[in-house]
């Protein structure tokens, strides 16, 4: 049978690599003081996944989500300050710390953050839905400079299919943390639910025409 697990604090290295189902939960945990933090991966979240449903309200570290293969992923890390890209070492402030989605060939991800540099490397299939949110400076000229020199995709606009993945995934994200004792953490995501396309675009590799 599936595995569902359920984390609050955060995980190490490799966590869901090569999972075929099931559902992989990492929340924020509560310190002493009562207050939530981390919900943290490390690196090569979901290597090679081919299927499943992952949840990560932290940051990821390199490499997440490389090979992915059919899983759907939600990264619900966010900005919590204007980008400074000028400065150089984007990766060093991004909610996924590089190569994110690299050898992706199936599958969706959903990323509420920066989605860091060099993403999409040697990508083939699948697809990418990433927030923009340029009072933040997450414009997509911001994201065009995180896609990786060479790799093989386009940003379009959200068709009919993305609005319904869009809304499926941010859905089941939020309705997660309200289960789980973080109804306050959810109220400013229902309005993207309101009108995905003017919040998230689409990265894929573009159709092929036989």
């Not at 540099?117 to 414009?139: D, H, K, N, S």
């Not at 606009?157 to 499926?168: F, H, K, M, R, Y």
Request: aromatic share 6%; net charge negative.
């Amino acid at each position: 049978a599936p595995v569902h697990v359920l984390v609050e604090g955060g995980a190490q290295d490799g966590i869901g690599k090569c999972a075929k189902d099931g559902v992989i939960t990492i929340l924020k945990g509560l310190n002493h003081n009562g207050e939530r933090l981390d919900g943290s991966v490390g690196k090569s979240f979901a290597y090679g996944a081919q299927g499943g449903f992952f949840i990560v309200q932290g940051d990821a570290d390199t490499r997440a989500c490389i090979r992915l293969s059919g899983a759907s992923v939600v990264f619900g890390g966010e900005i919590s300050q204007p980008l400074r890209d000028e400065d150089g070492c984007i990766g060093a402030r991004a909610n996924l710390k590089g190569y994110a989605c690299e050898y992706m060939t199936s599958g969706r991800v959903l990323i509420l953050g920066d989605p860091g540099p060099w993403i999409c490397a040697g990508m083939t299939g699948g697809v990418l839905y990433q927030r923009v949110q340029p009072e933040m400076g997450l414009t997509i000229e911001a994201i065009q400079r995180r896609i990786a020199p060479g790799a093989v995709v386009d940003i379009f606009p959200l068709d009919e299919q993305g609005i319904e993945d869009v809304n499926e995934m941010l859905n089941r994200y939020i309705q997660t943390l309200e289960v789980n004792h973080q109804a306050q953490a959810t109220e400013h995501l229902y309005r993207l639910l309101r009108r995905p396309q003017e919040h998230f675009i689409k990265i894929a590799p573009p159709m092929r025409v036989n």
